[in-house]
């Protein structure tokens, strides 16, 4: 039966239909499986490419960082003492159950990658000395016993070391091997590195081009020999503000910690007086708030220790009045000791709060000549604590220690409000 204007197809019809779809479906299908040997082919080209070893300083430049293996830090706990040098050679008393690291600091590195343990008539240099004198091989027997964690600081304070160490994959392997044999040697817990580049607006920044690559490879080489080695890196306070030398994201990846240097906001060359470590900043002026906020999803903040001075600064100034201009060249380092003797020797001695800055000051009168001295106490270092556990910040450095003194007070009063919930 048909209607009008209305044919039915054949059966042949209904076959060259059915075939026609059946070509289409494979046509699909193999452009399908084309599609998706060009995508693999690219994913496998892009993991050789980023997984296999540097060839040259400009594979050390753009090499993928692979973050290390987050520490199980469940709240802010690390208490971390840096201990220098010259405080060995003054034979510090140092109570290692005060900390969960000491850092010792430091040995430093020339630019073919070689820890400088001599000067170049074959003497050992001060810093290796003390390192292996007999006095901090005690230390380090004390801190062993009190499950307290010893690292090595690395240094280098000159640009173009610096650039030569990081850029060059000669120099990097021989400081590799030398690392990993010493902490095999002297049984260390970790590397903390400490290059500190100066970040002047007009020169250019090599480093950070090179740092990451850098750091991934001392991080991957030694945590090959033992998974949990520490690396951790220095970082001043304010070149944490901006990429500009340092790429943040891509050492927060790199390493294990990351301690900001919170101090010297204000130094013993500055035309005003103020707070060396200021939590909180007036309009324009740099603070720790600043610096820690600025990190926020480019660190882990587990990664981030804040570190404190046991020091500030005493200058000659024009006036009474907090952050009064001082007079060029008048100012000195003025540690923690020296405050105590001050407050404890002088009745004339004047005590300030700053309010925003959540830090002390004093003013007095020497010789007809109006002195100011911006410094840390028990409550400015209680102040930082809580800022840390409310960011949740992974602990608590600080540079350096024997600026104490006898005093051990500070780390009584430290442990008690690390451990406050």
């Not at 779809?21 to 490419?49: P, T």
């Not at 590195?109 to 390192?131: H, K, R």
């Not at 044999?181 to 002047?200: A, M, P, R, S, V």
């Not at 070149?239 to 390493?255: C, E, K, P, Q, Y």
């Amino acid at each position: 039966m048909k209607k009008e204007g209305f044919r039915i197809p054949s059966v042949s019809y209904f076959d060259f239909i059915a075939k026609r779809r059946k070509k289409e479906n494979l046509a699909v299908i193999f452009l399908l499986l084309i599609l998706l040997s060009i995508s693999l082919f690219f994913v496998f080209r892009w993991a050789s490419v980023n997984q296999a070893p540097s060839k040259n300083a400009e594979d050390r430049i753009n090499r993928t960082i692979y973050p290390t293996k987050f520490l199980n830090y469940n709240s802010t706990k690390d208490i971390i003492g840096f201990l220098p040098s010259w405080s060995i050679a003054k034979r510090t008393s140092v109570d290692t159950a005060n900390f969960s690291q000491i850092i010792y600091f430091g040995v430093g590195v020339n630019e073919d990658g070689e820890l400088v343990q001599y000067d170049e008539n074959g003497i050992s240099v001060a810093e290796w000395t003390y390192f292996n004198s007999s006095y901090f091989t005690k230390i380090r027997a004390e801190a062993r016993e009190n499950g307290t964690k010893i690292l090595l600081a690395i240094k280098s304070f000159d640009n173009t070391t610096i650039d030569k160490i990081i850029s060059n994959e000669n120099a990097t392997k021989n400081l590799i091997r030398q690392l990993v044999n010493l902490i095999n040697k002297y049984n260390l817990d970790g590397i903390n590195i400490d290059f500190e580049y100066i970040t002047d607006a007009d020169i250019e920044f090599p480093t950070s081009k090179y740092l990451n690559g850098f750091l991934e490879e001392i991080s991957q080489n030694l945590k090959k020999e033992n998974p949990e080695i520490i690396i951790s890196i220095d970082v001043n306070a304010t070149a944490v503000l901006t990429d500009n030398a340092f790429n943040m994201t891509r050492i927060g990846r790199a390493v294990d910690q990351v301690i900001i240097m919170a101090y010297d906001y204000r130094q013993q060359n500055s035309i005003f007086a103020g707070p060396v470590a200021p939590l909180y900043g007036e309009q324009n002026e740099h603070s720790i708030w600043e610096s820690v906020h600025a990190l926020n999803g480019r660190v882990d903040s587990q990664k981030i220790i804040l570190a404190v001075p046991l020091y500030g600064y005493e200058w000659q100034t024009v006036t009474e009045s907090n952050k009064s201009s001082v007079i060029p060249q008048s100012g000195a380092l003025a540690t923690y000791k020296r405050v105590k003797e001050i407050l404890k020797e002088r009745d004339d001695v004047k005590k300030h709060w700053d309010n925003v800055a959540k830090s002390p000051w004093l003013s007095f009168s020497q010789y007809g000549e109006i002195r100011q001295i911006y410094y840390e106490d028990e409550k400015s270092i209680t102040e930082k604590i809580k800022f840390a556990k409310e960011r949740a910040l992974g602990g608590i450095a600080f540079w350096a220690l024997g600026y104490e003194g006898d005093d051990q007070e500070i780390f009584d009063i430290v442990k008690k409000e690390i451990k406050n919930k």
